[in-house]
């Protein structure tokens, strides 16, 4: 990758990250005519899925095709936006008394007075042979992403440990035919209330290890134990190990809170991390965060922190008035007379 170019050293905000919600604070960020740098690897979550769902005015809509129109939105408001990687931030003490010190992967460095990381999660599927290569298809894991679109169909749901049997009965909803395979656990393992409520639902449940997703003319048909037994599943259900990307915040200092998919950095209502000047928005906040959420939590950073730099500016301003530059006398009639600060 070869050495980007910027078309300044400084921006008032640096957003880590071009998905939903770095692009949403990035929107409101240059309507309030900050300086913004986006810098985006590229590496959406969703990129494996043909369609996104659950937006209003976008429900179907392709995520390459959405980020591409958010992409044209944001620009023409000032943004600036470019491919690559940001390999380190530097807190403010290394580059002078405001910001952050921004290393990018293609031989770039800015300044940014403040930073919005929304370097979202990584989803780890399980070793099992077929998931990766038909994950987003016919192998997913939300219903509310994709429940609509598999209805009605013979769909069989991993279980695991730390999801147990909600997504089973999540997708009993859409279908009825809906299998939990145990893949190894043992049946003892579910207390007796999850199979009250298994047979409640009328989730038939699959005892054995797994072996592979079968796979015929590239659509999924059926799941393979171990035993050589076969069921036949046009849909399955994987509930994956989400790793937040937030390499750059625990680097940063940023305080992190368990969660029950695992530690995820902690966050007020409006993004702001621990560490002063830092926002992180969408899935590296937390798993939940579908697209509509993280376009909310960008604008609600994005005007936050608008809002703290003004204050920060005018605070600056005031302190070098008071400093003995002007009178007090003169101070009133530049308020009275609407006389900007330089």
């Known amino acids: 990758m070869g050495k980007q170019q910027y078309s300044k050293d400084t921006y008032d905000v640096v957003v880590v990250g071009g998905g939903t919600a770095g692009l949403s604070a ?21 990129a494996p899925a043909a369609h996104m769902h659950g937006y209003p005015s976008r429900d179907g809509m392709a995520p390459d095709a959405f980020l591409a129109e958010v992409r044209r939105e944001v620009a023409a408001y000032g943004v600036e936006l470019v491919r690559d990687r940001v390999t380190a931030a530097e807190p403010a003490g290394a580059v002078g008394p405001d910001g952050f010190g921004v290393t990018l992967a293609g031989g770039g460095r800015v300044h940014a007075r403040r930073l919005v990381v929304a370097t979202g999660l990584v989803d780890e599927l399980p070793d099992l042979p077929g998931v990766a290569e038909r994950w987003g298809k016919d192998v997913i894991h939300c219903p509310y992403c994709h429940g609509w679109e598999v209805r009605d169909r013979a769909i069989g ?15 009993r909803q859409l279908s009825a035919d809906v299998s939990l395979f145990l893949n190894g656990a043992d049946e003892d393992e579910l207390p007796d209330e999850d199979w009250q409520l298994l047979a ?6 699959v005892s054995g290890k797994l072996d592979a997703l079968v796979v015929t003319d590239d659509a999924l048909t059926g799941v393979r134990l171990a035993d050589g037994r076969e069921f036949a599943r046009g849909v399955f259900v994987v509930p994956p190990r989400m790793v ?7 680097a940063l200092g940023a305080r992190t809170k368990e969660t029950p998919a695992g530690p995820f950095v902690d966050v007020d209502p409006t993004g702001l991390t621990s560490v002063a000047g830092v926002w992180a928005v969408g899935n590296a906040t937390g798993p939940a965060e579908q697209v509509v959420n993280a376009a909310s939590a960008g604008y609600r950073a994005g005007a936050t922190l608008n809002a703290e730099l003004l204050h920060a500016d005018l605070a600056r301003e005031a302190a070098r008035r008071r400093s003995g530059v002007f009178s007090p006398e003169g101070e009133r009639a530049v308020a009275r007379s609407g006389t900007q600060w330089e």
């Open 26 to 46: 990035a929107l409101i960020l240059g309507r309030s005519r900050r300086s913004v740098l986006v810098v985006d690897a590229g590496e959406p979550r969703n």
């Open 157 to 171: 749901v991993l279980y695991t440990p730390a999801s147990g049997i909600h997504q089973a009965l999540l997708f």
């Open 200 to 205: 409640a639902a009328g989730v038939s449940v």
């Open 244 to 250: 937040p990307g937030d390499s750059l915040l625990t």
